[in-house]
């Protein structure tokens, strides 16, 4: 028996992948590598020792999908697949709407097919309401996504709740994520984001290795203790670890859950700053920039849920959150081999 993971080869993925072949779980990886590497996938492989199969396939292809679940004894899925980037989305939104959506209604879809009715879902803590006085945040607090990605993360519950109304026999667990940050250990993977980075610590890494001259901090204003913005920054490894936490509930139970997957504690961008300085021996230059449009000045998690229901804590410091993330940096100063797209017959067998 195996869990389908899609989106494997991401940077949650990879990390996903790891932990659930280090807990003795099969795994078959399902992804279109539009945004990641098969790079990593043979990365997860040299980490754990572990071999499992693996399909370049869009979840768009619901004929692929059936293909997968014929080939594969899998009894329940990892659903981590989909479009991310917040500037992207509201540029794009059919781009989003059409493939985050879609994708997931096809994958039930397969799954109800195939009798397989345990999910766990990749969310996020942008579907929560905005708000600068209310922290920290639990799983009841008001929804309403502010931007296109955030609405398909939002409207994806919705449907998976209507599922779980509908059925009772499906077991669902929803993973709110604040702000995943760090690698692996090893160094061997990591975040890879395309481009000029849209988030901070990605962007930290890259002002501390030379490829960008400065970091603009958006705002130094908020009513913070130090005026840059608050956020509650989660080491990958924890978040990764999370899941399987996330899957064994939802493996034993029916029903729906939504959990929050973050530490609890706070941090502002200078702390951030300072602490990826300490980590990397560099001085990181940065300018005081206008305040980001949609940004709110904190947002933490209150992972009590998490704790309490799933057994599940972060166990991780900012230390070694920044530390990580130098590691892989410096090990991968170009990425996955500086470009994205391989052909699948680049993994090994
Ligand atoms: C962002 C997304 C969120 C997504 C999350 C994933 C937005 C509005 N939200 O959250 O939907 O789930 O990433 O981790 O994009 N900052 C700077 N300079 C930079 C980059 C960021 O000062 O170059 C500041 C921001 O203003 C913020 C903090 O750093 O205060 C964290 O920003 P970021 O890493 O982009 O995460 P979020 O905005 O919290």
């Known amino acids: 028996m195996a869990v389908l993971v899609t989106g494997g080869g991401g940077y949650i993925g990879t990390h996903v992948c790891v932990e659930l072949l ?51 004894s ?14 992207e989305s509201t540029e794009k939104p059919i781009k989003y709407y059409a493939n985050n959506i879609i994708s997931t209604i096809n994958i039930c879809e397969i799954m109800k097919k195939f009798d397989v009715k345990k999910i766990v879902f990749s969310s ?16 009841n607090f008001p929804l309403g996504a502010t931007n296109p990605y955030g609405r398909t993360k939002l409207i994806i519950e919705h449907f998976l709740s209507d599922l779980s109304q509908s059925d009772s026999d499906w077991s669902i667990g929803i993973l709110r994520y604040f702000n995943p940050v760090g690698a692996h250990s090893s160094g061997l993977i990591g ?26 901090i958006f705002g130094n204003d908020y009513p913070t203790m130090d005026g840059t913005g608050v956020r509650d920054y989660i080491h990958v490894v924890d978040l990764a670890q999370g899941h399987v936490y ?3 509930k939802v493996e034993s139970t029916t029903g729906i859950d939504r ?7 706070g941090y502002s961008v200078l702390e951030m700053v300072h602490s990826y ?73």
């Open 74 to 87: 899998i009894n329940s899925v990892i659903h981590l697949a989909g479009y991310k980037s917040v500037g």
């Open 22 to 72: 280090n807990h003795g779980y099969d795994i078959v990886v399902v992804d279109n590598f539009s945004n990641s590497s098969v790079e990593g996938i043979n990365r997860v492989k040299t980490i754990t020792g572990k071999t499992f199969k693996i399909y370049q396939t869009d979840l768009l292809h619901k004929r692929k999908l059936i293909d997968i679940f014929e080939q594969n």
């Open 277 to 349: 300085e300490k980590a990397s021996g560099r001085k990181i230059p940065y300018e005081i920039a206008p305040r980001r449009k949609g940004d709110v000045a904190i947002c933490y998690a209150d992972p009590s849920k998490a704790r309490n229901e799933l057994g599940w804590v972060a166990k991780i410091g900012l230390k070694e959150m920044c530390q990580d993330s130098w590691n892989w940096q410096q090990n991968n100063p170009n990425g996955y081999e500086g470009d994205h797209p391989s052909p699948l017959n680049a993994l090994k067998r």
């Open 191 to 216: 975040e890879d984001p395309k481009g000029v980075p849209n988030n901070l610590v990605p962007y930290l890494a890259r002002v501390a290795i030379g490829k960008l001259p400065v970091l603009s």
């Open 124 to 139: 996020s803590a942008t579907v929560y309401a905005p708000s600068n006085n209310h922290q920290p945040i639990s799983e």
């Open 259 to 265: 959990y929050n997957l973050g530490t609890g504690k």
């Open 246 to 248: 996330a899957l064994q």
